[in-house]
C-alpha cells in the first residue's frame, strides 16, 4: 500500500480582500494562471464566470488536478481550493501567492493530504457529516 499522499488539498479561505480585484474576472484568472506557475504546476484550461451583479468563479485545470477561485466582492471574500497530487507541485506556494495577489487582511488556511496510507492511525477513522439546508451559503446567479 502507497505510504505517501496521491496529493494535497489546500482549503483556503480570503478575508478583507478589496472588493474591486474580487469583481475583476480578468484579475481573477490571471491569478490563477500566475498560481499555477507559482505551484510548478502545468494549466491545461481555465473557465470562469462573471455574476451580476457581483462575483467571480473561475476554475484553473490542471495536469496534476486544479485551482479553484469564487468570489463575494460585497463581502470581501474569496473561497480558493488548491488541488495537485505528484512530486513536484507545490500548492502551498499557490495560496501564499494568491493571499498576496487577493490582498486578503486575513486568511484561513487548511491543507490535507489526500490518497496514500489508509491504515496509519490518524486516517484509519471514518467521519461523516450532515449539512443542513440552513447551513448553506445562499446561491447566486
Not at 488536478?65 to 463581502?75: K, Q, R
Request: with cysteine; proline share 5%.
Amino acid at each position: 500500500m502507497q505510504k505517501t499522499p496521491t496529493g494535497i488539498h489546500c482549503i483556503l479561505e480570503l478575508y478583507g480582500c478589496p472588493s474591486g480585484l474580487l469583481n475583476d474576472r480578468r484579475y481573477v484568472c490571471n491569478a490563477i494562471r500566475q498560481a499555477s506557475r507559482q505551484s510548478m504546476s502545468t494549466l491545461l484550461d481555465l473557465t470562469s464566470h462573471q455574476f451580476h451583479p457581483q462575483g467571480v468563479t473561475a476554475v484553473g485545470l490542471l495536469a496534476e488536478s486544479h485551482i479553484s477561485v469564487h468570489t463575494w466582492p460585497e463581502l470581501g471574500y474569496a473561497a480558493v481550493d488548491v488541488f495537485t497530487c505528484g512530486q513536484t507541485a507545490q500548492p502551498q506556494r499557490a495560496c501564499e501567492f494568491l493571499i498576496e495577489q487577493f490582498g486578503a487582511r486575513q486568511h484561513r488556511l487548511k491543507t490535507m493530504p489526500r490518497g496514500g496510507d489508509c491504515t496509519s492511525k490518524d486516517s484509519s477513522r471514518s467521519v461523516s457529516t450532515t449539512v443542513q439546508e440552513a447551513d448553506l451559503c445562499p446561491a447566486r446567479g
